[in-house]
């Protein structure tokens, strides 16, 4: 389970560094030095303060972020009601799992364990998470893959160290982005440098020295691949994520809606315009589960997640949502691709 730091006091700059490398981190053999000239400070200054950032664990990693469906992987949401008992033990057992990247408990009465699943193009996620509810205390599980992705990509504003205002909702341009449409089939040359861009960089002036050397390449070749797969939506970006908890967002919700079919497109688009929503996702429903639109809203207190929630209702004209916050989180990475050996 993740112990959380106490939030650390963050400068304009430190705001600065955290939002450009969130989003914009520069595809360049000194990425550091081009950041420093925008901000206007130099390259030392800049590693200096995102090796502080790492070592505060406000920083998790600096790494490459691909889309699980183009490399034909397959994912799904799975809810699990857990024995509150022998909730720890089955959190365990499961993030043995390579595939597993999110595991929380959730503040839900009867799913109390929720987390992120991928298996390669021969995996079967039903059969894995059989594996799972076997464990002792599993009552019962749901499998909750991805109908229609209307939005991705977290992106923790840190640009004000106020409280959000709740009040401030207004859609903007939706981040996630359209990419030129390739059936993109990864030879092992794809595969082993998919391996790398995967791995968290070290911060020194030249990080992309080392793992183009482990390939046998230039740095200019390295980032032209990289920087290729970006531009066929392979890779989504390449960039840092930060523990939300620790930046300040400690509130972690997850907004689930219950929809009438007819209006399901029309309320996820609506949703996923808003900069408050980091995930929106149609999901199938159960019996026991009626909710069948997702959107998740990282905010810096339960109040300001429940604020933004009821002005998410009141713009989409959809009362029929609750909101399930996190209250441990158990395992938050990425997806490592291409280690089959391991599962």
């Known amino acids: 389970?993740?112990?959380?730091?106490?939030?650390?006091?963050?400068?304009?700059?430190?705001?600065?560094?955290?939002?450009?490398?969130?989003?914009?981190?520069?595809?360049?053999?000194?990425?550091?030095?081009?950041?420093?000239?925008?901000?206007?400070?130099?390259?030392?200054?800049?590693?200096?303060?995102?090796?502080?950032?790492?070592?505060?664990?406000i920083i998790r990693e600096i790494d490459a972020i691909f889309d699980t469906r183009r490399l034909k992987y397959k994912s799904a949401l799975v809810a699990m009601s857990v024995e509150q008992s022998r909730i720890e033990q089955v959190a365990e057992e499961v993030n043995r799992h390579p595939g597993i990247s999110h595991n929380y408990e959730r503040d839900d009465p009867n799913y109390n364990l929720w987390f992120t699943i991928a298996v390669p193009p021969y995996g079967n996620i039903k059969h894995e998470v059989e594996r799972f509810a076997a464990l002792e205390g599993v009552k019962r599980y749901m499998i909750l893959p991805t109908i229609k992705l209307y939005k991705i990509g977290v992106r923790l504003d840190m640009s004000s160290s106020s409280d959000d205002d709740p009040t401030d909702i207004r859609p903007v341009e939706n981040t996630t982005r359209s990419t030129i449409n390739v059936n993109f089939e990864p030879d092992e040359m794809d595969k082993m440098f998919i391996r790398e861009l995967q791995k968290d960089i070290e911060v020194v002036s030249e990080p992309f020295n080392e793992p183009a050397r482990r390939l046998g390449i230039s740095v200019e070749e390295y980032l032209a691949r990289a920087k290729y797969y970006e531009s066929?939506?392979?890779?989504?970006?390449?960039?840092?994520?930060?523990?939300?908890?620790?930046?300040?967002?400690?509130?972690?919700?997850?907004?689930?809606?219950?929809?009438?079919?007819?209006?399901?497109?029309?309320?996820?688009?609506?949703?996923?315009?808003?900069?408050?929503?980091?995930?929106?996702?149609?999901?199938?429903?159960?019996?026991?589960?009626?909710?069948?639109?997702?959107?998740?809203?990282?905010?810096?207190?339960?109040d300001v997640c429940e604020g933004i929630a009821r002005e998410f209702a009141s713009h989409v004209d959809i009362n029929d949502y609750r909101i399930l916050f996190s209250t441990r989180e158990f395992k938050k990475e990425r997806v490592r691709y291409f280690i089959e050996d391991s599962y």
Not at 13 to 34: G, S, T, V, Y
């Open 1 to 57: 389970m993740k112990r959380y730091m106490q939030v650390q006091q963050l400068d304009s700059i430190d705001r600065e560094i955290l939002n450009i490398i969130q989003w914009e981190f520069p595809l360049l053999a000194r990425p550091f030095l081009a950041i420093g000239e925008r901000l206007g400070i130099g390259e030392e200054e800049v590693i200096a303060r995102i090796r502080r950032l790492k070592d505060e664990q």
């Open 232 to 302: 066929i939506g392979v890779m989504r970006r390449f960039a840092a994520i930060l523990r939300h908890r620790n930046a300040g967002f400690v509130a972690n919700g997850m907004i689930v809606w219950i929809v009438p079919e007819a209006r399901v497109d029309e309320v996820g688009t609506l949703l996923a315009s808003f900069p408050q929503v980091t995930h929106c996702y149609r999901r199938p429903t159960y019996p026991d589960w009626p909710y069948n639109l997702y959107s998740m809203v990282h905010a810096k207190s339960r």
